[in-house]
């Protein structure tokens, strides 16, 4: 069974890049293997609490680690961003995936399709 999560509701709409890092291919023990299979890319969600979250790309680095430069930060937006829950210890986790990743140009206050930000604001 696949269920939908609203992402804008979920996740707010500002993403901030903090770190940039490979994953890895698995055997089937779960024992890492010598390929690069794409990048995780560390965000942090100012408009829920500052929490982190990872977001797989598969591929090559689209993006450098903004680390060391630009404050340790960089507002990005996603394309194709999908959130998958799943259950670990007895607590609902999100596994997150997109295709594409670029620096945002200018301020979303709310997605394409016209869905109200969490504040009820249009």
């Known amino acids: 069974m696949k269920y939908f999560i609203d992402i804008d509701r979920t996740l707010g709409?500002?993403?901030w890049l903090t770190d940039v890092s490979p994953y890895y291919d698995r055997d089937i023990n779960g024992k890492r293997g010598p390929n690069i299979e794409g990048y995780s890319y560390e965000i942090v969600l100012p408009d829920r609490g500052y929490d982190k979250l990872?977001?797989?790309i598969a591929g090559k680095q689209l993006m450098p680690s903004p680390a060391d430069e630009?404050?340790?930060k960089v507002k990005v937006t996603f394309d194709g961003l999908d959130a998958n829950p799943y259950v670990r210890d007895?607590?609902?986790?999100?596994?997150l995936k997109a295709t594409g990743i670029k620096e945002a140009t200018q301020r979303q206050d709310k997605p394409e399709g016209g869905l109200p930000s969490l504040d009820g604001k249009k």
């Open 13 to 15: 709409n500002t993403f």
């Open 54 to 56: 990872k977001v797989r």
């Open 70 to 72: 630009d404050n340790g």
């Open 90 to 95: 007895g607590w609902i986790q999100l596994s």
